[in-house]
């Protein structure tokens, strides 16, 4: 049994096809592929130009490290019984570098927020923006996506075949890679789409959802709201400070005459899920 948005790259770690491609039904044009290529390439340009140079972005992760690693030592040198001026005085570079590191990533990271504001606010970025919405518009037509498809998270993950099993490998640096996918139902069929195909999976394939053991890591926040906004706490979403996302999830599993797989959705999701394919949880 293998993720639905599972790769396989074992042989090669560019693949990019899913292991659910045999329940893919549509696909967009060719014209509307190269679009999107397009767009792609111009979201990164300017991507780059509201970042921080590689070398800064560097720094201001060390500094922020740095910071936190001392200030840990130091509230524990304190909690153990060492007085602060003792603590000074047996090491002074510590309460030193401490506010040094502090201050540099405060400074780095408000510079990196208003280079961000200031290219989002440039016509560039907002006819990149327009450009963006126009064509998914034309793409979830060409789809048959209805207007009323709820956006449910999935999450995909990367593996290799070991000893006959699949191992799952970290994307950059967190464990999946969140998906926001479009959910509906047509004729019997849980239809999942993105801005490039439909997959089409019947219900009555669908076996059974239950929660995971463990809390996942994936690098996007895809809704409109923050993730620690009220409507999300009841989920304990957390993130840390190199932009990954930390939450629980459910585990949908998959049994059809095309093979045995799962869907993984994150908690936060679960419950759209679960309304639009009227399923119950196991406990």
Not at 72 to 92: F, M, V
Not at 134 to 145: D, E, F, N, R, W
Request: proline fraction near 5%.
């Amino acid at each position: 049994m293998t993720n639905l948005f599972g790769i396989n790259i074992t042989e090669s770690k560019e693949n990019a096809a899913i292991d659910g491609e045999v329940f893919c039904t549509r696909s967009i044009r060719a014209d509307q592929e190269e679009e999107i290529r397009q767009i792609l390439e111009e979201g990164e340009v300017l991507e780059k130009k509201s970042s921080l140079p590689l070398p800064l972005s560097l720094i201001k992760g060390i500094c922020l490290f740095a910071w936190e690693i001392l200030l840990l030592g130091i509230i524990k040198s304190w909690g153990d019984g060492t007085p602060l001026a003792q603590g000074y005085r047996n090491a002074p570079w510590i309460f030193w570098a401490c506010p040094v590191c502090f201050v540099v990533w405060l400074v780095l990271m408000l510079i990196s927020k208003r280079r961000k504001q200031r290219t989002e606010a440039g016509s560039a970025y907002q006819q990149n923006d327009a450009h963006a919405q126009k064509l998914l518009q034309s793409i979830m037509k060409t789809l048959g996506v209805p207007d009323d498809a709820k956006q449910i998270d999935v999450l995909a993950e990367r593996y290799v075949m070991k000893n006959g099993a699949p191992k799952r490998r970290n994307s950059g640096m967190t464990q999946y890679v969140n998906l926001s996918l479009f959910a509906y139902i047509r004729k019997g069929q849980l239809c999942l789409a993105d801005a490039g195909s439909v997959w089409e999976i019947p219900l009555s394939s669908l076996r059974s959802v239950a929660p995971g053991r463990k809390r996942v890591s994936f690098p996007d926040w895809t809704k409109p709201e923050p993730y620690d906004a009220a409507v999300y706490k009841p989920y304990g979403i957390t993130a840390n400070q190199f932009g990954a996302f930390f939450a629980r999830y459910y585990r949908v599993e998959i049994s059809d005459v095309r093979g045995e797989f799962y869907l993984l959705i994150p908690e936060y999701d679960s419950m759209a899920f679960m309304e639009l394919t009227s399923m119950h949880a196991d406990a």
